[in-house]
Nanobody, 118 residues
Framework: QVQLVESGGDFVQPGGSLRLSCAAA????????MGWYRQAPGKQRELVARITGGGSINYADSVKDRFTISRENAKRTVNLQMNSLKPEDTAVYYC????????????WGQGTQVTVSS
């Protein structure tokens, strides 16, 4: 189990930007696939973006061209830059860490709230 701590959630107006960060307490951070997921009230948790240890990236169609995921292995952090935010981006955002070969769901952070509203 990897300890993950998210930060950066806030209240922002539509069209605004936020940057989420997730710090991981694990030595072999560089081999982990790191992901950002979100869960809105009454909805299932969904993948937002994911980056492998080798740097391969996947985005949900709903956030392509607006969100950017990046990792800083030396700092053991993964970031999510969110631009052009929409009300439908409102959710609790969770960081996930999954080791290669892990057949389970990996480790989760406690979540950080993002609210987009005018």
């Amino acid at each position: 189990q990897v300890q993950l701590v998210e930060s950066g959630g806030d209240f922002v107006q539509p069209g605004g930007s936020l940057r989420l960060s997730c710090a991981a307490a694990v030595r072999s951070f560089n081999i982990y696939t790191m992901g950002w997921y979100r869960q809105a009230p009454g909805k299932q948790r969904e993948l937002v973006a994911r980056i492998t240890g080798g740097g391969s990236i996947n985005y949900a169609d709903s956030v392509k061209d607006r969100f950017t995921i990046s990792r800083e292995n030396a700092k053991r952090t993964v970031n999510l830059q969110m631009n052009s935010l929409k009300p439908e981006d409102t959710a609790v955002y969770y960081c996930n860490a999954k080791r290669p070969g892990d057949l389970g769901f990996g480790s989760w952070g406690q979540g950080t709230q993002v609210t987009v509203s005018s």
